[in-house]
């Protein structure tokens, strides 16, 4: 079985761009979390989604947003990119919403904003 | 504010040697408190995941501890491989009226050395 799987893998781009970074859950999940990873960091929670529905928002601006597919797959936009911005995003899938329940997590798209 | 807090922030060991690692929080109310191991540029791994009545869970050479009552956890890791080389990061997690937050430490770098 396949794991979580993100793209892309790295990505450039200059401030005041918009980006999307995509996430398939491993096949069964299905809630699916974003998080920032500041070098040097540990992992910021940004969102998770359950069943297409947010079910769960760290600290983050408006800028930052997300939605999940009835496949259960998501999508993480951010507008408006600013330096700060640069960071791994990590993407984590669960079977359920349960906090019990075990989060595997993708290996990062990696975002640089110059 | 909730807050996790590791320490040491880093640390340095003998291949072989055993050696803990320590989780404080005041995340509240608590759910579940996982630790990870995290290779340099990669997702995080589960190791171990404890609710509010678990308190030691064991996983190979890993064995963690919880004291829910003083909001400390501990991460013993036997026998060192050069392999334990990552960061190791404890996170919080609650669940309140079907809405999630989760709260990474900032983590604790090891380095087993030959």
């Known amino acids: 079985d396949a794991g979580v799987t993100q793209s892309p893998t790295h990505l450039i781009k200059t401030r005041g761009q918009h980006v999307t970074l995509r996430c398939s859950p491993i096949?069964?999940?299905?809630?699916v979390s974003w998080y920032q990873q500041v070098l040097g960091q540990g992992p910021q929670f940004i969102f998770q989604?359950?069943?297409?529905?947010?079910?769960g928002r760290g600290n983050f601006p408006d800028r930052f947003s997300a939605r999940q597919f009835p496949n259960y797959s998501s999508e993480l936009n951010v507008n408006a990119l600013l330096l700060g911005d640069s960071a791994l995003y990590l993407c984590?899938?669960?079977?359920?919403?349960?906090?019990?329940?075990?989060?595997?997590f993708g290996p990062g798209t990696r975002l640089t904003v110059t | 504010k909730n807050q996790v807090e590791q320490s040491p922030q880093s640390l340095i060991i003998l291949e072989g040697k055993n050696c803990t690692l320590q989780c404080n929080y005041t995340v509240s109310p608590f759910s579940n408190l996982r630790w990870y191991k995290q290779d340099t540029g990669r997702g995080p791994v589960s190791l171990t995941i404890m609710t509010f009545s678990e308190n030691t869970k064991s996983n190979g050479r890993y064995t963690a501890t919880l004291d829910a009552d003083t909001k400390q956890s501990s991460l013993h890791i036997t026998a060192s491989q050069l392999s334990d080389s990552a960061s190791y990061i404890c996170?919080?997690?609650?669940?309140?009226?079907?809405?999630?937050?989760?709260?990474f430490g900032t983590g604790t770098k090891l380095q087993v050395i030959p």
């Open positions: 996170v919080v997690s609650t669940l309140s009226g079907g809405y999630q937050k989760v709260t």
């Open positions: 984590a899938s669960s079977l359920d919403l349960g906090t019990t329940y075990e989060q595997y």
């Open positions: 989604y359950y069943e297409k529905e947010e079910r």
């Open positions: 096949s069964g999940h299905k809630s």
